[in-house]
């Protein structure tokens, strides 16, 4: 079993800053891509940014140059800077991983419970 917390969210002044994390855990052999996505009422589940293990990342138009995602293979972590934040990027925040678990044959694609980041005066 692999579990996936994450944790950071928070409600924040329109131009402020948020760093979310999310942490892996349970029998896993090796994780491949991580990321992040994101879900605002009423609409559907977005990506925001990914990062394969060998770090090229991905990000969706609306995060690049306002999100860096980063991770510490070591931690089994994944991180999401959020910087200049707009009320648009008021979601729920999902953490993703391709896992490989322990004594599995097969990648297996696991998701966190979410995180509410709210971005409001």
């Known amino acids: 079993q692999v579990q996936l917390v994450e944790s950071g969210g928070d409600l924040v002044q329109p131009g402020g800053s948020l760093r979310l994390s999310c942490a892996a855990s349970g029998s896993i052999f090796r994780i491949y891509t991580m990321g992040w996505y994101r879900q605002a009422p009423g609409k559907q589940r977005e990506l925001v940014a990914v990062m394969p293990r060998d770090g090229n990342t991905n990000y969706a138009d609306s995060a690049k140059g306002r999100f860096t995602i980063s991770r510490d293979n070591a931690k089994n972590t994944v991180y999401l800077q959020m910087n200049s934040l707009k009320p648009e990027d008021t979601a729920v925040y999902y953490c993703?991983?391709?896992?490989?678990?322990?004594?599995?044959?097969?990648?297996?694609?696991?998701w966190g419970q979410g995180t509410q980041v709210t971005v409001s005066s």
């Open positions: 993703n991983a391709y896992v490989l678990p322990i004594g599995s044959i097969k990648v297996a694609n696991y």
